[in-house]
Structure formats: C-alpha cells, structure tokens
C-alpha cells in the first residue's frame, strides 16, 4: 500500500508492522509527531559507526562489538557505501575530526578539482571537511 508519508519522498511502503520500510514513518504517529519518528540515514550510519568503533551499542543488541579504529570502522562503511550500495554513498567523514556528516546538506570533498585563481589546490588540503573543519587555504595560494 503506499503511504502518505511527507517525511521522505518516493518507495514508501507500509508493511504489516505499520512502519515505512524506506524512512521509518509510524504510521500511527500523530502529524504533530511524524517527524519525531524518522530517523535520518546519517543517524543510522553513526549508529552502525557507533557499534564497530564500540563508542556506543544500541540497548537491544546483544553482539560485542569489534571496536574497530575509527579509520577501519569508517572503512567497513565505505565499502557498504561503494561495493554494495547498501548505505548511501552521501556520507562522509571528515578529515579532520573524525565526525561523520551528510555531504549532501554541509560540508566539502576538496581535491585537484579545486584551484583559486587559476593555482591548483595543494594535495595537503585534499580530503572531506565538515562545515566546522574545512581548511581556509586562500591564504597558501594567494
């Protein structure tokens, strides 16, 4: 059946169990309260984050977690990201702190695509920075 979901566009389907399989609306949630019932694809991706770093394991899981480094960690996402399309490839993580951000709403991915006034960005400040770590490099080119 489709659903009347406004959280998330497109593929919103209800199951048996009344929730949207794409974007988790309840759809016995209140329309005051839809929105307290979604849960971004970036919470998700910290959450799983979370449990292989072993920062955080959600209360209902019984498994240990790897506790994986953070670059590993990272890693295993990227691979879910690139190889199986199974996570969206829009999450990045920053360079810098190591924090996980959509890239689709802030942030930037600076490479050799980059250059300011013609000069070609340094492989230094090459990488993805959230909005609150991205390197201010006009300074070294200007």
Request: charged share 30%; proline share 4%; aromatic share 12%.
């Amino acid at each position: 059946m489709k659903s009347d979901c406004k959280i998330r566009h497109c593929d919103c389907f209800y199951e048996d169990s009344g929730k949207c399989t794409s974007c988790t609306y309840n759809k016995n949630a209140t329309s005051e309260h839809q929105e307290d019932s979604y849960i971004s694809n970036l919470d998700k991706v910290t959450e799983l984050y979370e449990f292989l770093t072993g920062i955080a394991i959600p209360k209902d899981i019984l498994a240990k977690s790897p506790k994986l480094s953070r670059k590993k960690a990272f890693t295993v996402i990227w691979f879910l990201q690139e190889q199986t399309h199974c996570l969206p490839d829009y999450i990045e993580q920053c360079r810098e702190c190591g924090g996980l951000y959509d890239s689709e709403r802030e942030g930037y991915c600076l490479d050799d695509q980059y250059d300011l006034n013609g000069k070609e960005l340094p492989k230094k400040y090459w990488g993805c920075f959230c909005n609150n770590c991205v390197p201010a490099v006009d300074f070294v080119l200007g």
